[in-house]
């Protein structure tokens, strides 16, 4: 919904002028429209397009360089008027005619068409082709009758190449009508959209449901359907704009095209699967363009088009072009970089290890398998622990990272890795899939206990204090964090003190850890809420207070679980 | 909310690798994150970014030449691990060290922290720069405190060309600082975002109202509000960001980013406000720009930043680049054009008319005067007319045309035209206000009609007769609607032909008209519903059958109207 608005009356010639402003650079405000702020050649063919405001960024967006000399724009979703396009018109021609550009709906058809009789009185040579590619709007057998949608915006970027290459208006038109004859959409929506100002959308779809074949003003689709899967929508998608392929048309520009309230992320997902499909139909994809291009407002939607290219339409589908929103050509000069080997994507290799620390480091992997039991039990404990200050993922977080960390000990010790390397091996893999603050901490902590112990000797326990100890500093330098500060370190630093003061007093490590741990598990349970955390907190009101650490508590876990171990 | 998943867990790698695909020009995937898929000169300083996924185009948009070697992209709103932000580095590392730039939170702090320490002991010389430009999230004593918002983007535009520039890592590091140093940023939310898979949103704003302040994974912010105009809203971001102006300075890169769900129509409404207020304030905005460049899922907001600019930040600023989603530098050389004068913008002026044909126009624009009047009282009920099979706006776009077109001919009257002139200034203006088919219809039927009558002689019963003729074949011809379709033809027909028939048969005009006029009624009470139009239709459910066209109705309101002038 519509929420930056002074006047609705004025909303979209507000939204001109201000992109006019922005983009002074490429584009003039005159009334009703804006025209190119750069120097076009005498006598090239002009190519003007147009249609209602609330498409951005069609029209206007594409005025520039190797595109469209002028866009008109009407109110919301309304088509411009006569005088309008006749006004821009005269003032971005050249001398070489003009070849209009608009979308096939009746207002467009008729404004368009008397300004086009009335720029002919005045001598100005004037065609027209409007653009038909919603396949969903009529039948094949009735292609004049269809709409125009996203298609649009391949049809107007081989319109103004051809213009840009110095064709004569009558090779622009032939060419632009080609384009548009060769040039399919198909597209569904998700959620309707509404008018500046207005408090209800234009029109609804039903909560899990989808339109196919909605057109870009809430125009009535094919039929609703329950939301699928990005690749099962891709495969719907593909297969309507592939149904009316040409014979023997294999290479494709290609336009996946949100419209408007659908994220970037998401069509970079989908896109992921259309290309899987239209790849698997043999259709070569030349240039492809994911984005926002055609749009209707706050709509969740998106649409594919597909244009066939002969070699013509190819090479103005890539010419360069220089427009606010879209450029083809390179503005620094480039080359291709060298592949690089390796880069860290390969599995470590290990050095030489003695088999005493072989020995300690299958020691630590019967740990590890241990740990990953203890916190796959406890993962929903966690996760309710945690969510009453942070997002609730800690658990989940905590069950990944030790999965991981276990899988890589594994590989360690089967590839002959001391305890030290294998213990390293584990916190990285626990810090790169666990993900987050607790995957980098444990990842962390693991890699800095193993650099106290050795690929050469057998496990010692002088060396797993000391090793204690150099992770809670590493911990606390790095991480950040304070005791008080309501995280893991809260228990840690008890622990640690514990450790050491019981094996300065000359208990085995056995017993030391089990004092540590149950110290540990107390610090846990005292952990008490202070001043919110910089960073990704939840608001206020929603945090809970009385309740103890996540953090804190599942590293009183795993020291309890490991204390089992020894 | 997120419709477009395939499974959840994998929604930011996918994402990600549809991103590279579509891309492949600019960047390289790798397990993590992107590198430049374009050479980069050996020695060159790296600048890499990253941060958690959601947020397109951060980071992954911005690599390319003049900008980012690289991004490390984590799950959605996490932080990348610390093995992902050490692999991609050192997939992107070129001999001249790496300046890694982020937000500051807790969970990249700590993740690219202790990556940069594992690279420095792998002998890579890494600087680490966080931003902190969101003046909302800590007071001015305590900004090293604050969160990075969207002026991680304009930070990263500065970073990116100075080590293209060919710096060194000193150099590069201190420009880098200087540009958070000088970045402010504030927003506003209208709403919250939902992750990918999930059926609830991570946070909500109360409807009507707005959070100011709120951060880009929904941080708290500093308070509700209700909702304001645009004008307001601009002095409320713009009072927020100039607080903390440095003494002296005057030049300032700005950007007003939207977060996602906001739509580019809003934001360029909301920039004319902004530009106003910083201009008011003696700021010299230097290539601003207005778009979405640091997102939040599909969360409505948005955020102004301002860079102070010294003499190097606005080179480097300025500086040529060439990334996915952002340029600088042209693909196309071109100049400035020479802003034409005249093109259709002026007042017409009107040619030589004789005092009788003066006479007819200032007849004609009383019958104007009287259109208006019933027009006015009619608009209503033609509204309601309307609505059962269209928008519902007939009445309003009768009313301003008709105000138009009156306003048009006491103009000419005024400036002396003929009846021909005055009757087709009149026509203009109703099409170009009034907007629309029916603005068009309506302009195109005066302007026909005018060229039947004479800037000479007195109006001439015949003339006029032959005027309706020449309006309804050109409102046929360029309206492309025939009699039955439920148009304004439906009655004009009828209308033109009862009108000719009474003057073949010697009555007066005045007769004539009148006997037309009732026949034009009575065909307009029974137009009847045909098939859906195409273009901007309602749903076929929302449709209604039994009620006249709305276009008819008018005709024979004016009609009517005439009849009673005459």
């Known amino acids: ?65 190797g595109m469209a000399d002028a866009a008109v724009a009407g109110e919301i979703f309304a088509s411009p008027s006569t005088a309008a396009v006749a006004r821009v018109c005269r003032n971005a021609e050249q001398g070489g005619g003009i070849v209009l550009g608009f979308g096939n709906y009746a207002g467009d058809v008729l404004n368009f068409g008397v ?36 298609g649009d915006f391949v049809v107007f970027k081989v319109a103004g190449a051809a213009a840009e290459a110095g064709l004569g208006i009558d090779e622009v038109e032939r060419v632009t009508r080609l384009a548009n004859d060769r040039t399919f959409s198909f597209g569904v929506a998700f959620g309707g959209c509404t008018l500046p100002g207005a408090a209800e959308p234009l ?29 099962e929508l891709a495969k719907l998608l593909a297969d309507a704009v592939l149904a009316e392929r040409p014979a023997g048309a294999r290479r494709a520009a290609v336009l996946l095209n949100g419209l408007g309230a659908t994220k970037y992320e998401e069509l970079f997902v989908l896109w992921g699967a259309v290309e899987e499909r239209l790849q698997a139909s043999g259709v070569d994809l030349v240039a492809p363009e994911v984005g926002e291009y055609v749009t209707s407002l706050d709509m969740q939607g998106c649409s594919l088009t597909v244009m066939w290219l002969d070699e013509e339409l190819e090479r103005y589908w890539l010419a360069p072009c220089d427009t606010p929103v879209f450029r083809r050509g390179e503005t620094i000069r480039t080359e291709p970089a ?4 390796g880069g860290g994507d390969e599995a470590p290799a290990f050095g030489l290890a003695t088999p005493a620390s072989q020995a300690g480091a ?29 997002d609730g993922d800690h658990g989940q977080g905590m069950r ?15 590839g002959g890795a001391g305890a030290r390397s294998a213990l390293a091996a584990a916190g990285d893999a626990w810090a790169d899939r666990a993900g987050g603050t607790s995957g980098a901490i444990w990842g962390l902590l693991l890699r800095s206990w193993s650099s106290a112990l050795s690929d ?17 500093a590493d911990v606390m330098r790095l991480g950040g964090a304070k005791p008080g500060d309501k995280t893991l370190v809260d228990a840690f630093v008890p622990f640690v003190a514990a450790l050491e003061t019981a094996r300065a007093d000359g208990l085995p490590l056995k017993e030391a850890w089990r004092k540590a741990s149950a110290v ?27 309740h103890p650490d996540a953090g804190a508590v599942s590293l009183a876990l795993v020291a309890a679980t490991v204390a089992a171990c020894l």
Chains 1, 2 share one sequence.
């Open 1 to 65: 919904m519509t929420k930056i608005v002074d006047d609705p009356e004025t909303f979209a010639s507000s939204a001109l002028a201000g992109f006019a402003s922005v983009y002074r650079r490429y584009v003039r405000l005159v009334r009703g429209g804006v025209v190119r702020a750069t120097a076009v050649p005498a006598g090239k063919v002009s190519v003007i397009v147009g249609g209602g405001s609330g498409h951005y960024p069609a029209f206007a967006g594409y005025v520039g360089p």
């Open 115 to 150: 300004a086009a009789e009335r720029l002919r009185a005045e001598g100005i040579d004037v065609r027209i082709v409007t653009v038909t590619d919603d396949v969903a709007s009529a039948p094949a057998d009735s292609r004049l009758q269809r709409r125009g949608i996203a």
């Open 203 to 231: 029109f609804t779809v039903p909560k899990g449901t989808m339109a196919l074949g909605l057109g870009i003003h809430g125009e009535p689709g094919i039929r609703d359907t329950d939301i699928v899967p990005a690749g």
């Open 338 to 341: 060298a592949v690089r080997a």
């Open 362 to 390: 299958r020691c630590l992997a019967g740990i590890l398998d241990a740990m990953v039991a203890a916190l796959g039990e406890a993962e929903a404990e966690l996760g309710r622990i945690d969510a009453f200050a942070g």
């Open 400 to 414: 990944r990272g030790a999965g991981a960390a276990r899988e890589a000990i594994h590989q360690a010790v089967a």
């Open 456 to 472: 050469d000797r057998a496990l010692d326990d002088g060396d797993i204090v000391r090793g204690a100890h150099l992770a809670l």
């Open 520 to 546: 540990c598990e107390e610090a846990a349970r005292a952990t008490a809420p202070l001043a919110p955390r910089l960073g990704r907190a939840r608001p206020l009101a929603e945090r809970s207070i009385g």
